[in-house]
């Protein structure tokens, strides 16, 4: 699987986002890369799990990408008081030299969240990794749709693929089929697409779905929880 060529791009809030120039497309949000993560994956998905009676939180990222989910998820890892086992898939792995190149440093709490953005992109694909006492990686290289994952297990589900006319074959009825049976019973699923056809293969699929506020420059977001 060879990677697309990207480029560093700067966002409205001081982080940095990669942009695909074959597909015109940006894997983070230019108005913030960083505040779109923790409103859409963090604050609409994580945090009301983290509430719940769980010792362990199953979280299952669609889409690795630079890994700014996942280093913000471990982040809140260390002050959560529950263990999360960290789940992602991607298809297209960036190499550290290019993740490296967008210079978080300036936007992270603190200088070891670095080391551990380093720690997630050289962690070994296809086996489970423990990072911390409270967070356990496990990086899967491939298609979802050809993925076999656990059914009835993950209480967050963040599905972070490229929009759907750049990646239309990861937005399909039977995707998010796959994803409500791996969802615990009252697992959501969050993404920053609010589009009406995403919504409806979402309902066909069993999701009970609602629209919330989007982040900065986005007026909706789409949270899916799936039937208790």
Same mark, same amino acid.
């Given at each position: 699987?060879?990677?697309?060529?990207?480029?560093?791009?700067? %966002?409205?809030?001081?982080?940095? @986002?990669?942009?695909?120039?074959?597909?015109?497309? &940006?894997? &983070?949000? @230019?108005?913030?890369?960083?505040?779109?993560?923790?409103?859409?994956?963090?604050?609409?998905?994580?945090?009301?799990?983290?509430?719940?009676?769980?010792?362990?939180?199953?979280?299952?990222?669609?889409?690795?990408?630079?890994?700014?989910?996942?280093?913000? @998820?471990? /982040?809140?890892?260390? %002050?959560?008081?529950?263990?999360?086992?960290?789940?992602?898939?991607?298809?297209?792995?960036?190499?550290?030299?290019?993740?490296?190149?967008? &210079?978080? /440093?300036?936007?992270?709490?603190?200088? /070891?969240?670095?080391?551990?953005?380093?720690?997630?992109?050289?962690?070994?694909?296809?086996?489970?990794?423990?990072?911390?006492?409270?967070?356990?990686?496990?990086?899967?290289?491939? /298609?979802?749709?050809?993925?076999?994952?656990? &059914?009835?297990?993950?209480?967050?589900?963040?599905?972070?693929?490229?929009?759907?006319?750049?990646?239309?074959?990861?937005?399909?009825?039977?995707?998010?089929?796959?994803?409500?049976?791996?969802?615990?019973?009252?697992?959501?699923?969050?993404?920053?697409?609010?589009?009406?056809?995403?919504?409806?293969?979402?309902?066909?699929?069993?999701?009970?779905?609602?629209?919330?506020?989007?982040?900065?420059?986005?007026?909706?977001?789409?949270?899916?929880?799936?039937?208790?």
């Amino acid at each position: 699987m060879s990677t697309p060529h990207v480029e560093v791009r700067a %966002t409205a809030d001081g982080s940095s @986002t990669l942009y695909v120039p074959a597909l015109n497309e &940006h894997y &983070h949000s @230019t108005h913030g890369a960083l505040q779109e993560a923790r409103h859409v994956y963090l604050a609409a998905g994580l945090e009301p799990a983290l509430t719940g009676e769980n010792p362990v939180v199953w979280v299952l990222e669609v889409g690795f990408g630079t890994g700014l989910n996942a280093l913000l @998820t471990l /982040e809140r890892s260390l %002050t959560a008081g529950q263990k999360i086992f960290y789940d992602t898939i991607e298809k297209f792995p960036l190499p550290w030299e290019v993740v490296s190149q967008m &210079h978080p /440093e300036g936007h992270l709490a603190s200088p /070891e969240l670095l080391d551990y953005q380093h720690q997630l992109h050289a962690a070994a694909w296809n086996r489970p990794v423990p990072l911390t006492p409270t967070f356990e990686l496990l990086k899967r290289a491939g /298609e979802l749709q050809t993925t076999a994952l656990p &059914h009835n297990t993950y209480q967050v589900i963040y599905f972070d693929a490229f929009a759907p006319e750049k990646q239309p074959d990861m937005w399909t009825d039977e995707v998010f089929a796959q994803l409500y049976h791996a969802a615990a019973p009252g697992g959501v699923l969050v993404s920053y697409c609010a589009k009406g056809s995403f919504k409806r293969s979402l309902k066909a699929a069993g999701w009970l779905v609602e629209k919330i506020p989007g982040p900065p420059g986005k007026r909706e977001m789409t949270r899916a929880r799936k039937q208790e």
